[in-house]
């Protein structure tokens, strides 16, 4: 997700539409109107998904109780993402044709479901923030930030007892879907596949704990990064917030800047300026890695080349024009683009490193971009493609596991590194 430059659809030609976070709700958003295209609805057939939303909006049906509904969000929102892991992990059936480590159909099952939710809402005589918290506690149990850190510091305890890490790792929605709809993203398949899994290092086990985050600003705004890793991570030993990058390339990111720059999002809003945090005051410009990025530099993890990478752009103390820092960020600049550039993915290591340093942890953890997910020659064009392909599953496969290696490598190097 490096983005220093706003899509077309973002120029002052075309500009996006922005709306405050804190606004109502349309009826109907922007991503959920793109359910209705044949991509989506294939996807969702393929992988046995398409029964997801028909079977909550039937648990939905009754009064409009705001209790009833939130524990019918909440139990069908953990099913959706217990069925994503378990389908991505080679648990229970397939349900079609499409590649079991595919993330697609978390994120149209998702969407299909918060459709159903707002119609039922608009009936229901509930408040406007019933509405809200509702679609709030459907969207994080679905994707996995309820059950990240499940049994609270007792588990916790019992994992130091038998020398088990914890590992959190964090994913993201798929994105730029105007351009493809097809699009699926290998940080997403990430997180399905090591969600609850065990890597084994020289220092022992480490359990990885992930989630996905959705690629709208508003949601980054309003919190919901600093709510699903406030209480998760005092109890890690190590984050590791993960997102698509550039071609054939993985980056560890060394700094993180404090700066949105406009690229679009998933409802075709753009934001620019400072990233908004809680007590803007105590907001530095700059946050940096904790990874043992030369480690996993050094290490042999997969086919694609892992770069340590240093550099940004900033304003320089006293300057007034942009300037690329290839081994960052210079005393007293302002941001404008961190190693992973200005978009979500920059502000998600922001947020979690400043997280990090506000709560005091000595613990590694930062930013590793993975390749951009490419279509097999022939299936580029969208409007004639196939919405999967041998290459397509050959690469996600191979992303897949080399961040696994990466996980574990930085897991071992911490451990090394505490002894």
Known sequence: ?????????????????????????????????????DVPRRILADSGFDGVAPAFAKALRGPGSYTRAEHVAVRHGERLWR??????????????????????????????????????????????AAGTRLLERLES?????????????????????RGVKRIVVTGFDPFTLDRDIRISNPSGAVALALDGTVIRTADGPARVETAVFPV?????ADGTVERALRRVLPRADLFVTVSQGRVGRIDVERFNGAWRGG???????????????????????????????????AATTGPFPVYDNTSVTEIPAGGTAPV?????????????????????????????????????LAIPGGHVHTPVLQFGP??????????????FVQNRQAITAQLRAIVGVAAEASGDAGR
């Open 1 to 37: 997700m490096v983005a220093v430059t706003p899509p077309p659809h973002a120029t002052a030609s075309a500009p996006s539409a922005s709306r405050p976070a804190s606004a109502p709700a349309p009826a109907v958003t922007v991503e959920e109107r793109r359910l209705d295209g």
């Open 83 to 128: 069925r994503a892991v378990d389908r991505a992990q080679g648990r229970g059936p397939a349900g079609g044709e499409l590649s079991r480590d595919d993330d697609r159909p978390l994120y149209w099952a998702r969407l299909a479901m918060t459709r159903e939710l707002r119609a039922w809402h608009a009936e229901s005589g509930l408040s406007e």
């Open 141 to 161: 149990a679905s994707r996995g930030q309820d059950s990240m850190g499940s049994g609270g510091d007792r588990a916790r305890e019992h994992d130091r007892a």
């Open 216 to 220: 709208r600003w508003g949601d980054f």
């Open 263 to 297: 690229f679009g999002d998933n409802e075709n809003v753009s934001e620019t300026g400072l990233v908004p945090v809680t007590d803007p005051a105590t907001r530095p410009q700059w946050t940096g890695t904790t990874l043992p990025y030369a480690d996993i530099v």
């Open 324 to 360: 690329v820092r290839p081994g960052g960020p210079t005393p007293g600049s302002a941001a404008r683009a961190g190693g992973g550039g200005d978009y979500l993915s920059n502000e998600i290591a922001y947020r979690a490193t400043l997280l990090r340093d506000r709560l005091g």
């Open 378 to 391: 022939g299936n580029t064009d969208p409007a004639t493609g196939t919405v999967s392909d041998p290459v």
